[in-house]
């Protein structure tokens, strides 16, 4: 479930931001790492790179649907 969430996440915020072109994949990633960061520092887990993953891959999937 947390896998799904992320995607969506990176996902609604590439399409909130899909007037700025590809830049959305990068605002959607930087969130991303922003809430890894608060979850390895503030809640002391673990920086999980798959949660990123996830979170690009939706934000690389709102572009590539805008631009079809």
């Known amino acids: 479930l947390d896998k799904i969430t992320h995607f969506g996440l ?3 915020v590439a ?3 899909e007037f700025t072109g590809l ?3 990068l605002i ?3 969130i ?3 809430k890894e960061v ?3 520092f ?8 798959l949660d990123l993953a996830f979170t690009f891959g939706g934000g690389f ?7 079809l």
């Open 10 to 12: 990176g996902y609604m």
């Open 32 to 34: 991303g790492v922003m």
């Open 28 to 30: 959607a990633t930087g």
């Open 42 to 49: 503030i809640k002391k887990g673990v920086f999980d790179w």
């Open 23 to 25: 830049w959305a994949i």
């Open 38 to 40: 608060f979850d390895r």
């Open 61 to 67: 999937f709102a572009v590539w649907i805008n631009t």
């Open 15 to 17: 399409d909130i931001f």
